[in-house]
């Protein structure tokens, strides 16, 4: 599924295009965070790193929303909303505190959702010390189809711009590029879930050790985007977010800076 642009004439109305000459403004404000932002980072990659855009159409069918169900009571339960990706081998990366934030001991059930509405099963593999997971898709039948990732880990390229992937806000773009609201659908009664793509954020490694990333295009990462791929130009998974960072105007409260922390893949199990 391709990202697509929707910048357009309503973009110039938005006021984000400046005058000839002019560098344009690739950041909304974080009150147009949905809006505009996922298609603006993609106009930016097309210019500054066409190879790049093109290499995430063949990333994007591989990133998954996650809910993670816990803390079940009598008449329902709890959930976690974030962001995964599938890598060669089937095995699906996402962050740790996803699994774990606000969940009482107990069971705990995880579903995957596909960027084609496909629902998938997965348990918890691997738990690294730092804030990644490695979860098994249970389902023989998916996890064959799991396999057939092409997705693999990397590190830091010279090149310093990545892209980060992640659905929002239990949001993401159908294949008009409009952001449209997740619906999990019902099985039972042969309803599908939502087809949607995650939202794209581009930004530049500022702090490759502590894989501090700096937002260059797109909009403010929000919550359910954690555990989302950070991808180098390969298209090779070097981190994945955990959190973000966020500097305010003492007067105003309004967010003058965002950094987006991630964990680095470099030494997690299980993704070979």
Do not use: C
């Amino acid at each position: 599924m391709k990202l697509v642009i929707v910048v357009g004439l309503a973009a110039f109305a938005l006021g984000i295009f400046h005058s000839a000459g002019e560098e344009k403004q690739w950041f909304v404000d974080r009150n147009l965070v949905y809006e505009r932002g996922s298609a603006l980072s993609e106009a930016y990659l097309k210019k500054h790193a066409p190879e790049f855009s093109k290499k995430l159409e063949t990333i994007i069918p591989w990133v998954v929303r996650i809910e993670v169900r816990h803390s079940y009571v009598k008449n329902g339960y709890s959930s976690n909303h974030g962001t995964g990706i599938i890598l060669k081998g089937g095995r699906v990366l996402t962050a740790k505190h996803l699994l774990n934030e606000n969940a009482k001991e107990g069971k705990k059930m995880i579903l995957l959702t596909t960027t084609a509405g496909r629902v998938l099963p997965a348990e918890v593999m691997n738990e690294g010390e730092r804030d990644w997971t490695i979860l098994r898709i249970t389902g023989k039948e998916d996890q064959k189809a799991a396999m057939k990732s092409p997705v693999v880990t990397g590190k830091v390229t010279s090149t310093k711009m990545v892209a980060f992937l992640g659905y929002p806000a239990r949001l993401g773009l159908d294949e008009e590029g409009k952001v449209k609201s997740f619906h999990k659908g019902d099985e039972s009664k042969g309803i599908a879930a939502s087809q949607l793509s995650p939202l794209l954020v581009v930004a530049t490694i500022s702090n490759p050790e502590a894989m501090s990333l700096k937002p260059e295009a797109g909009f403010p990462p929000v919550g359910g985007m954690s555990g989302g791929p950070i991808l180098n130009a390969e298209g090779k998974v070097i981190g994945v977010q955990n959190s973000v960072s966020k500097t305010t105007e003492d007067a105003t409260g309004k967010v003058l800076y965002y950094t987006i922390n991630a964990t680095p893949t470099h030494g997690v199990v299980g993704d070979r």
